[in-house]
Structures are given as structure tokens and as C-alpha cells.
């Protein structure tokens, strides 16, 4: 995956436009030292746990005057980067924008239509996007170096989501923009494979939720307004337990379907309740979870 990575950054370079690529790694063994040479990127290492603190690493050596970010597993599309750095000088205001992504699955098939499909705006409309049902990529982001002195270093305490926090500090400056361009091959895992990850991220994802929307309060037009921001903000981590109850009941193993949905419905518990009365993967589970078995056919014989 990192070959593949690295190779979609040489990929997207011309007379006009060439990368200082820095690979941070903070994971085991000497095989990315090898890949980073073979493609003539500078190699770091940082002992530190996190994707935060491998980005700083690489954050602080970078010495162009962009930067931009592409994670190991994912790739970046052929018309990245220039759109992105054309829109950067045309608005000074600016310190970064984002672009779109496609999502492709583990062997980095592509499949649906760019993401988000429409222009998110800027100011307090990107902003409250961000805090609700949209979070951008950071493989699709281009910043001006300078960045580095408008919001610092990513947050190396939040082991996950620490790209959406460092996006948003930029954002609630009024310095981050959205750019209709395909710019990411975001590669997803199979869907239901990540439980403990899952888990582990919510409290993170609540975190970032909290520590940027009560301190934007003015931009919710009420209380009940913050709140569905907030239910937004962690809904795909509500329908991954929702939809993994579903496919944990469809194989019979009822102990897993259950704990999937008992953790859906304490996440959004408003929601749970709904869709409990709805036809949705949260109720289909629990049917078939609760639901009364047919007796087994006993053989008869001779």
C-alpha cells in the first residue's frame, strides 16, 4: 500500500509542479525505510503512538511552501493538488482548502461518485458542516506552510480523529475553504471488520465535538440544533454497530449481534428508539436476535 502511495504522488508531478515527499513512520520494522528510498522520499521516524505524532514529525521537517498529507493505505487521483494550489492563489484569505474523495474498497477499486457531491462553502456554513455530517479528508487537503503558525501541530492525545480537530482549528479561523476536485482513493475496510477500533475512537469523536462546537456556540440557532449537530457528528459510528449487528445476526451469532446493537443504542439512544420502531438493520437485528426459532427437524429412521 505505501508503494502505492507513493507512486500516485510521482505520478501527479511535471515541469510545473514537484514534492519534497516526507515519510513519517512510527511502525515496526525497516521495510518503509526501503520503499521511501526507492521513490527518493526523505524517511523519519517517530517513536511517539498515534497518526498525530507521525504527521508532526513530517510537519516540522517539511520545507516547501505547501503542504499536503496522503495516509500509507490510501491514493491520491491524477487531478489533485493543482486545483487545490490554484485556488490558494487566487484567495490570499485562505490557509487551506479541501477537496473531494472517491471511495474504493480494500484492492483500492474505485466505486460511487466523488464526496461529498456538492460544494460545502466556507465560513460558518463549512464550519457547521464539519461539526455535523461531514468530515473532510486529510489526504485531500492542501495547506500553505504557514499553517503551522496559525493552528500548530496536531494533537498527539487524540489517537483518533486527531486530522478533524486540526481541520476544524483551521476552519474556525475562517481560513479553510472546500475545492470541487476529485482529489482521494480513500481505501475503506470491509464493513464490520473494526469493532475495537470503532469503540476506541468514539470518545475521541465526542471530544473533538466538544471542544470545538460549544466553543463556536453561536452558530446553533438553538440548543435542540447542537444536539442533532451532536448525533450527526457520531452517526457513522452508529450505523457501523447498527449494520454489524445486522450482519453478525445473519450468520447466528447472536451474542455479537446483541453487544453491536446494544452499542448503537447507547451511542444515539433517540435514534435507537426510532428505528427501533422502523424497518432498519437496528430493528431487523433484534428480531432476529429475540425472535422465536423454528424447531429443528428431527431425522426419522428406519
Known amino acids: 500500500m505505501l508503494r502505492q502511495a507513493l507512486a500516485s504522488i510521482r505520478a501527479i508531478e511535471a515541469n510545473d509542479l514537484s514534492f ?33 505524532a507521525a504527521r508532526n514529525v513530517a510537519l516540522r521537517a517539511a520545507s516547501g511552501e505547501y503542504i499536503a498529507f496522503l495516509d500509507d493505505d490510501d ?41 461529498p457531491p456538492l460544494n460545502q462553502g466556507e465560513g460558518e456554513d463549512l464550519l ?22 496559525l493552528v500548530g501541530e496536531f494533537d498527539e492525545a487524540l489517537l483518533g480523529g486527531q486530522d478533524q480537530d486540526w481541520l476544524l482549528r483551521i476552519a474556525r ?51 435542540s440544533d447542537f444536539m442533532r449537530a451532536y448525533a450527526r457528528a457520531l452517526s457513522h459510528f452508529y450505523y457501523y454497530f447498527a449494520e ?20 448503537a443504542s447507547v451511542l444515539i439512544p433517540g435514534r435507537a428508539a426510532r428505528h427501533i420502531t422502523e424497518d432498519s438493520p437496528l430493528r431487523r437485528s433484534l428480531a432476529s436476535v429475540f425472535g422465536r426459532r423454528e424447531p429443528a427437524t428431527e431425522e426419522i429412521s428406519s
Open 20 to 52: 519534497e515527499i516526507l515519510v513519517a513512520d512510527n511502525g515496526e520494522g525497516d521495510a518503509a525505510r526501503a520503499i521511501a528510498e526507492a521513490f527518493d522520499a526523505i524517511y523519519l521516524r517517530s517513536e511517539a503512538r498515534g497518526a498525530g
Open 75 to 115: 491514493a491520491w487521483l491524477a487531478g489533485n493538488i493543482r486545483p487545490q494550489l490554484a485556488l490558494l492563489d487566487q484567495r490570499p484569505d485562505l490557509d487551506a482548502v479541501v477537496g473531494q474523495v472517491i471511495y474504493a474498497d480494500p484492492d483500492l477499486r474505485p466505486y460511487g461518485e466523488p464526496y
Open 128 to 149: 457547521r458542516r464539519m461539526l455535523g455530517e461531514w468530515f473532510p479528508q486529510i489526504g485531500s487537503t492542501v495547506a500553505r506552510a504557514s499553517v503551522r503558525e
Open 173 to 223: 479561523k475562517r481560513k479553510l475553504a472546500f475545492c470541487e476536485v476529485s482529489s482521494l482513493l480513500f481505501r475503506g475496510r470491509p464493513p464490520g471488520s473494526f469493532d475495537e477500533l470503532s469503540r476506541s475512537r468514539i470518545k475521541y469523536g465526542r471530544r473533538i465535538f466538544f471542544r470545538h462546537a460549544l466553543a463556536e456556540w453561536k452558530i446553533w440557532r438553538s440548543p
Open 244 to 263: 454489524a449487528a445486522e450482519d453478525r445476526a445473519s450468520r447466528g451469532d447472536r451474542a455479537a449481534a446483541l453487544r453491536a446493537a446494544l452499542q
